[in-house]
């Protein structure tokens, strides 16, 4: 139990039993969705358990009300990000109240939202929905949107098809439209180590891929300067980098052998994708060929690592105008890291905003929380839907 949060209201005292399990993508999250499972049960939710292939997680898709009729999606994910090298000043895996902020891991990014969900359970149950509202809890979305493609899967397969999906990453309850699309790959260069008093002997796997690390520059410096423009983002351009490098083992020897990863995320007139995908394309067709011509050895190996696709919704859309309803709120945005919004649109045909408390800029960090209003403030909203769908 939470010791030092001095009242207990539903929320908390949910959000406290979800903070305690160590759900790092990692690790499984099959204790949670046990306890997740056990509350919905209690509370006569119809349970669909989605196994990872593995069978060492799982995703969770709950129904609660009418199983005939379209409905509402409120929509999150079980795993946190490590907490390795962070300075806390409290246990991560315990809430912890300090002035109005419960602090933990997960409590901004996502499980507040999912907490809120969980505590209003009996409302729903109770409401006599005449549409029902589902509970879509997925995991590891943190290491790229992975569990929630099969629970989309089986939504699919199951014939549904909802009016609607509010995924509740943390955006302090303002109603976003969109987010970019991301694709990212790890390209390994394999060279020819020699001697470097010898080194046109070799074949200087760092130096090609220092060829191709200007390559993806030199494109997102013309995204960014001739590109198209989106000025709901901060960022209002599609962007490219190289982000982590790893090559070389001494001065004296020709390196063969360096990884490089890079990424683009993209606005919507823009495919992250295709952007990656002509990357790639010079790496292998011009830079591995090249090195293949000096010893066939010699190449390019490429190994992706995310895509999700952005999400683009019209802000006048009947999804985007409930969202602005239901929360009070007359504004919208949109924002450059991924969710998996966009993976309801594209693979589920479902409409999608993201809304959640918590903000974005506390997760991912030590000392990460969400504050007792942020809560309510979610709880209002989520008590509007459930009056929108008696």
Not at 51 to 57: G, V
Not at 215 to 226: C, I, K
Not at 336 to 364: K, N, W
């Amino acid at each position: 139990m939470i010791m030092t949060v001095t009242t207990s209201g539903a929320l908390v005292e949910t959000l406290d039993k979800l903070v305690g399990f160590e759900t790092v993508s990692a690790r499984s999250n099959l204790a949670l969705i046990d306890h997740v499972e056990d509350l919905a049960r209690a509370h006569g939710a119809e349970i669909d358990r989605i196994p990872a292939p593995a069978d060492d997680k799982a995703a969770l898709w709950i129904t609660i009300g009418p199983r005939d009729v379209p409905g509402y999606v409120l929509s999150g994910h079980s795993d946190v990000v490590p907490v390795d090298g962070q300075s806390w000043s409290s246990d991560p895996f315990r809430l912890t109240e300090r002035g109005g902020r419960l602090f933990g891991r997960g409590t901004s990014d996502m499980k507040g939202f999912v907490a809120v969900c969980l505590a209003l359970l009996p409302e729903m149950a109770a409401a006599g929905l005449a549409r029902p509202i589902h509970i879509a809890l997925s995991y590891d979305e943190e290491v790229g949107c992975l569990g929630v493609r099969p629970l989309i899967a089986r939504m699919r397969a199951r014939g549904l098809r909802p009016l609607g999906c509010f995924v509740g990453e943390p955006t302090e309850m303002g109603v976003v439209v969109g987010h970019k699309g991301k694709s990212a790959a790890r390209l390994t260069f394999r060279g020819r180590a020699c001697h470097s008093a010898t080194a046109p002997q070799g074949v200087n796997a760092v130096e090609f891929a220092a060829r191709f690390i200007d390559h993806v520059r030199l494109s997102a410096e013309r995204l960014a300067r001739d590109g198209a423009r989106d000025p709901l983002y901060d960022v209002p351009h599609t962007t490219g980098l190289c982000s982590v490098v790893r090559g070389g083992t001494a001065l004296n020897i020709v390196p063969d052998t360096c990884t490089v990863e890079f990424e683009y995320r993209a606005i919507a007139a823009d495919d992250a994708g295709a952007l990656a995908g002509a990357a790639i394309a010079y790496a292998t067709e011009v830079l591995g060929a090249e090195m293949a011509a000096r010893d066939p050895a010699c190449g390019v190996a490429v190994e992706p690592l995310v895509g999700y696709p952005g999400l683009e919704l019209d802000p006048q859309a009947d999804l985007a105008r409930l969202a602005k309803r239901l929360s009070g709120r007359d504004g919208h945005a949109k924002v450059s890291y991924g969710t998996e919004a966009g993976l309801f649109q594209t693979l589920g045909d479902v409409p999608a905003v993201v809304i959640g408390p918590g903000a974005m800029g506390r997760a991912h960090r030590a000392d990460e929380y969400v504050t007792r209003d942020e809560l309510e403030s979610c709880a209002g909203f989520v008590r509007q839907l459930i009056a929108a769908s008696r």
